[in-house]
């Protein structure tokens, strides 16, 4: 790494935050629930976080570009304290709907800066290696949230949930205080080559955003699967299967279990295999693994489907992030995070509405068929817009380069 101490900085920060909202997300729901809210009121406090997080990452994204990446990530901190401070301090939903909305703020301003901060402190040849050790703060903490909210608030009640949050945001400031360095913004000038593996000549305006329309496809299909797996996954292993809490509890674990355990030797592999046909054969495979959920009889199969996701999940995630990360230093990285972060949270919004609608009118087995379905057509824009016509760029290239005219403008240099 070029610098360990920002690296393992921006780690602490990352698994601090993850592991606070984690704990508190886990159980929001059961939460405002024992406020007394209901229908309108009960959804209203999770729309307005994911709408405030879609409507803001582009405009947070462009402005962590103009006001300066550490003074953004202290702000987007702060913020994220002081809504924690708010939870302990009150109980009206009024109020508390007005807190999500800024907690969807923080959350459109956190994501962007950290990881253009992690490009930084990483060599341009193991980015991938770097963003998947990175990604581990949060699998890592997203594991341990749900199980340690339920231990705080069997013994200390949504007090104790609150009181853990607002320590560990106030964790993250410390080290952001401590780690982040008054760095300039990077200039095109001076922004990292990217791999030739993974260049292609661009021509005109649609080849210089093909990359970028092919990575949003693909993460807008993936965070539909997510969210479909996540919202309908356990109503199908306790209403269909008859399972018991705790076998479910595994099966929904064991896919972000196995991420956590191979982020680091996939970011890796990232680095010495193409990128784009990582995340192309893994989206692939994980939407077949979907398909496989509604025939899975009992608690092993089930397990070995989830686990076989996580690990083909694992094989495109660094991969993604790296060339994400390129396509910043193309377009302005800020903004590009900004986008990417609005159509990820489009994807978890539009995932469950999307399984809701199906189930009601075609049954709970569908709503896996058409996590599958949007994941493979996702997966084929992305292959039409980065795969086919890098392959064809290639062609082009190697013609013109061999041309009378091409070769003689090799012999000049």
């Known amino acids: 790494m070029k610098n360990r101490r920002l690296f393992w900085g921006l780690f602490g920060i990352n698994f601090s935050i993850t592991l606070g909202f984690g704990i508190a997300d886990a159980f929001f729901s059961v939460y405002v629930i024992s406020l007394g809210a209901r229908g309108f009121l009960l959804g209203l406090p999770l729309g307005i976080y994911a709408l ?4 803001l990452s582009p405009f947070m994204g462009a402005g962590a570009d103009l006001v300066g990446r550490r003074r953004f990530l202290l702000i987007s901190i702060s913020l994220y304290l002081i809504v924690s401070l708010s939870y302990l301090i009150t109980s009206d939903l009024t109020f508390i709907v007005f807190i999500r909305l800024l907690q969807g703020a923080g959350c459109a301003m956190l994501r962007p ?45 949504f007090t104790g949930i609150f009181a853990m949050l607002a320590l560990l945001c106030a964790v993250a400031l410390v080290i952001a205080w401590a780690c982040i360095p008054l760095c300039r913004l990077r200039t095109d000038k001076d922004a990292s080559t990217v791999r030739p593996a993974d260049m292609a000549p661009q021509a005109g305006m649609s080849g210089q955003y093909r990359t970028f329309t092919g990575l949003l496809a693909f993460i807008f299909g993936r965070a539909c699967g997510i969210s479909l797996l996540g919202a309908f996954l356990p109503v199908m292993l306790i209403e269909r299967l008859h399972l018991s809490g705790t076998g479910a509890g595994m099966i929904i674990a064991s896919s972000t279990v196995v991420m956590t355990l191979l982020l680091y030797p996939a970011g890796k592999l990232s680095d010495r295999a193409p990128r784009k046909w990582l ?13 496989l959920i509604p025939s899975a009889p009992g608690f092993h199969q089930m397990l070995l489907i989830c686990g076989g996701i996580g690990l083909f999940s694992v094989l495109s995630q660094p991969a993604s992030s790296a060339l994400l990360v390129e ?87």
């Open 52 to 55: 405030s997080k879609i409507i």
């Open 113 to 157: 800066v950290l990881v253009s901060l992690i490009s930084e402190c990483t060599p341009e040849d193991r980015r991938a290696e770097g963003m998947g050790k990175f990604d581990i703060s949060f699998y890592g903490a997203l594991s341990l949230g749900p199980v340690i909210g339920g231990i705080l608030k069997d013994t200390f009640g």
């Open 279 to 291: 995340i192309f054969s893994g989206g692939v495979i994980v939407s077949l693994f979907y398909f």
């Open 327 to 413: 396509e910043g230093q193309r377009h302005g990285m800020g903004v590009t995070l900004g986008i990417f972060n609005a159509v990820l949270n489009l994807g978890f919004v539009a995932g469950p509405l999307i399984g809701a609608g199906i189930q009601s009118s075609a049954g709970l087995a569908m709503v896996f068929y058409a996590a599958g379905g949007i994941g493979l057509a996702a997966c084929l824009i992305f292959f039409a817009c980065v795969v086919t016509f890098s392959v064809v760029d290639r062609i082009q290239l190697f013609f013109k380069l061999f041309s009378p005219a091409g070769s003689y403008h090799l012999k000049m240099h």
